[in-house]
């Protein structure tokens, strides 16, 4: 590339600031790597800030798909929730936000303090917080362990030598840069990385190459909380479908949903809306598709607020549209080829793994034509926890390359559990302690000591034992 400035080396460049690379790169830092987290958004957090989605699924196990919930008219306040399923930096980072008065939970939901009805509306496995309180707080932890953070950094190339990634290119605002590594965690969500260093990957299902749709998350203020916990209490429908079926009739010509899912947010009278503002046959991975959907997004808010809350939803005659997310949250694109993939029959099955580095606690929820697969034929995570294996974070044929996140090989229905955000920051602090060690010991990462990783993890409180 023409104008590429080198900047210093690091012994760990950390693609994608999301859950998984908060948690990669302070693993690594606090284990002695100077590590640098390049970061496309001007904040952390990933689709919990930027994205607008501010609670972290998946504390414990124990939840059951959405389509169960409907057909057994449930909620998730119903289900036990009989084991944590992650621990480590996610705690650290879940209880520092909690000391800055800006989360509720985990397993509590926002708001349900003063309106206990509102309880129907959670998963009942969450943290939810506040999302400026979390950008700052998240940003403190990864400058404290020694992380340099550089924002409005995109990754666009990476420099490979045999089956070494020797750095990455990155553009901002100073132009093309390239940064040499010793060790690279490609948390891009997309795999990026893994994609430009031509190892291979594939996209969506990897018979149909269907993708599960995407969500612009929208952010609604100023409802009254108390008429919809009475709407709740008096065994109204907590997905709202009468009311939206109303709304449809009404404007037959309008682009609205048949259903919300709503969650309280900490603030009094906000609500976040995720279900609703879901849409399928986008593509993450795709400049124009993301923009399209961005802009179809935002005017769906607006028609949730303008039209269905406004006139439909109890409490909502004054409410306004608090925010949309910056960028769309993507639940599937591409997915490495891995030493050993996660499998819809281990989740099925059972199955444990010798080289455990995390756990998953929810269930599997990708949407495919026509409803939740899995779901609709009632099958069942087997232990209710799914075992995350090594070598699913594991290219093939990659020596000093690993990621972390959605991205991991998690073939099918598998990758439900394993996106989960909760779980995408153990399997990061995995990779960036698996990073200091690979180091250490000069050695691929196929070959890190996959014992002592575990009892390292174990030791700073992470989860791995099923």
């Known amino acids: 590339m023409d104008k590429v400035k080198q900047i210093q080396a690091y012994d760990v460049v950390v693609a994608g600031g999301g859950p998984a690379g908060i948690a990669a790169a302070t693993a690594a830092a606090r284990h002695g790597q100077k590590t640098l987290l390049l970061e496309v958004n001007g904040c952390v957090g990933g689709t919990s800030t930027a994205g607008a989605l501010p609670f972290w699924l998946g504390y414990t196990n124990g939840s059951i798909p959405f389509p169960w919930m409907i057909k057994e008219g449930r909620s998730y306040k119903d289900c036990p929730h009989p084991r944590k399923a992650v621990g480590g930096i996610f705690e650290d980072a879940m209880n520092r936000i909690k000391a800055a008065q800006g989360g509720v939970g985990p397993c509590v939901l926002g708001q349900t303090d003063k309106y206990p009805g509102l309880d129907r509306l959670g998963c009942h496995d969450e943290f939810t917080f506040d999302i400026e309180t979390g950008k700052r707080v998240l940003e403190e932890m990864l400058t404290e362990a020694g992380v340099t953070l550089r924002y409005y950094a995109r990754v666009i190339g990476a420099r490979r030598e045999g089956d070494k990634v020797a750095g990455v ?41 269907e993708m599960t749709g995407c969500s612009l998350v929208a952010h609604i203020e100023n409802i009254d909380p108390g008429a919809v916990e009475a709407y709740l209490n008096a065994g109204n429908d907590p997905w709202f479908r009468s009311l939206c079926e109303q709304a449809i009739k009404d404007h037959p010509d309008m682009d609205l949903p048949d259903s919300l899912i709503i969650f309280p947010m900490v603030q009094e009278g906000v609500f976040m809306v995720n279900g609703g503002t879901s849409f399928g046959g986008y593509d993450g991975t795709d400049g124009e598709s993301m923009t399209a959907l961005t802009m179809r997004g ?6 949730l607020v303008e039209v269905l809350f ?14 949309t997310a910056s960028y769309p949250g993507v639940r599937e694109t591409r997915r490495i080829i891995s030493e050993r993939a996660l499998t819809e029959a281990d989740l099925l099955n059972g199955t444990n793994f ?18 939740q697969p899995f779901a ?39 990758l439900g559990p394993a996106r989960i955000m909760s779980t995408c920051f153990a399997v990061g602090e995995a990779a960036g302690t698996a990073a200091a060690m690979k180091l250490r010991s000069d050695c691929p990462f196929r070959d890190v000591n996959v014992s002592a990783l575990q009892a390292d993890l174990r030791e700073n409180g992470a989860e791995i034992d099923a």
């Open 169 to 209: 290119y990155f553009a901002d605002k100073s132009g093309v840069q390239y940064v040499p590594a010793g060790a690279v965690i490609d948390c891009t969500g997309d795999a990026d990385v893994v994609d430009q260093a031509g190892f291979e990957t594939y996209k969506g299902d990897k018979v149909t190459g």
């Open 298 to 303: 935002r005017q769906r808010a607006k028609n």
């Open 354 to 371: 010798e080289d455990t580095i995390a756990l998953a606690g929810r269930h599997f929820d990708l949407h495919r034509e026509g409803g």
């Open 376 to 414: 609709d034929q009632g099958k069942r995570v087997r232990k209710g926890i799914t075992e995350i294996p090594y070598r699913a974070l594991l290219p093939k044929g990659a020596d000093n390359l690993i990621a972390a996140g959605r991205c991991i090989e998690a073939e099918g229905q598998a």
């Open 310 to 323: 406004r006139n439909y939803m109890p409490g909502a005659a004054n409410c306004r549209l608090r925010l």
